[in-house]
């Protein structure tokens, strides 16, 4: 089947972890697949900012970022956004500072650390596309320009229990997406719902977009896509769930699922 849109996530599929860039053949096949007509969405964690800094030359016809959060144009043009509430955002501030947690909200230019700035510049050291978009926001007055897409922490399993224990009513949902490293997004936001709706905004139906990833929070975007693709470095049980299993990241192996299948 010709898939009219093929859906990618960033970190571990159209860029190996170990790396700060796609590969040039990466690179080669997405644009190849967009000259093809077929229309490229980035679904990822990410802000919109970082997303492009570590795609660099890759480039896509629309983003949904923050695990959904938002979603944007090419040329960023907020197409559809489900933002946290003051209250979900206090709630997360107030216990973050009380154990001195890094903690950082999710905006279109970048990452704004709330609490602890210098532990996630640690954090992220290695990862000079990453720096560039981490902005000092401890003087806590960005939201004052308008509420953030989503949020991340640095916190420990005892930490994240805590939390629920004290503001579980909210339904904050953790996806981890390192060992202590946590995105954290509205109940009603995942990357499923919001690409469905941009998918309805271009009157392609599910069944004609194909979606390629590595992430559990990938999981219900696959269920939901005509056909799926697995990066091989993905867990078990999402290379089980997909259609097929691409290489690894590393052995460019989204190169090879859109040589394969969609080209």
Known sequence: MRYRAVIFDIDGTLVPKELDAPTRRVTGA?????????KVIIATGR????AREVLGP???????????????DEQGKCLYEN??????????????????IPLLFVYPDGYYCYTEYEAYREAYASSESSLRV???????????????????????AAQLEGFQEKYGHLG??????WEGAYDIMRASTNKALSTGKLLEMLGIGWEEAAA???????????????FSVAM???????????????PPASEDGTAAAIETYFL
């Open 134 to 156: 981490l902005f000092d926001g401890e003087d806590q007055v960005r939201h004052l320009e308008g509420l953030p897409s989503g949020a991340g922490a640095l916190m420990s």
């Open 232 to 246: 091989g470095n993905a867990c078990e049980e999402l290379r089980k769930a997909a259609d097929a299993v691409a």
């Open 30 to 38: 997405v644009r190849t697949l967009r000259e093809s007509g077929c």
């Open 172 to 177: 904050l949902r953790f996806a981890p997406y």
């Open 58 to 72: 890759v480039e896509a016809d629309y983003f949904v970022t923050a695990n959904g959060g938002r979603v944007t």
């Open 83 to 100: 933002p946290m509430t003051q209250e979900e955002m206090y709630a997360l501030v107030d216990y973050c500072e009380d154990y001195e």
């Open 212 to 226: 390629v990833g590595d992430g559990l929070n990938d999981a219900e975007l696959m269920e939901h896509a005509g």
């Open 47 to 50: 802000s919109l900012a970082a």
